[in-house]
């Protein structure tokens, strides 16, 4: 496996869900029957796909590696991406509030949906294309084939761990709801 690039086709679903995100919190109206129900499906991939399985690869075992050969994990692009990730999940919190929050939704409520979602999917989109284009290149280019086949070999361990393995088949169908929405 090549762990980048397992890294880069989840970031291809991640963008696709934050393009439904995106055009479903632009398209709330008001009246809406299923709109928590919808938003706390969001709330869940997210939480599932994009921080447990996604940004766990990355914190545990990419950026770890990283830290290991001589990144800093308090300045510079490591720091950067730890503190997006953070950033995301006091984000992720606000939405799954809402979500939870007793119909229907009042003005002020509607508004700050709207406000958290996009300020999510454009965190993300922004963080995505910073790893694809400056923190993987970096990875590359100063980590070994040893270290590759070492991170390859506990992404796999990572995947099929009893949790994140039962996550992934839990939240496979909720994808493809999302993707087609
Ligand atoms: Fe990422």
Redesign the pocket.
Known sequence: MNPIQV?MD??QRIESVMKRLSSWSRGLAGGEQDARSELAEFVEFIQSFTDTL??GK?EEILFATMVERGFSRQQGPIAVMLSEHAEGRALTATLRVLSECPAPWTEEERSKVVRASRAFVDLLVA??EK?DQILYPMAESRLSDTDWDEIGRRFELFESDAKNAELRRKIAPLITRLEGR
Request: glycine share 0%; net charge negative.
């Open positions: 890294l989840e970031h996604h940004h990355e963080h995505i790893e």
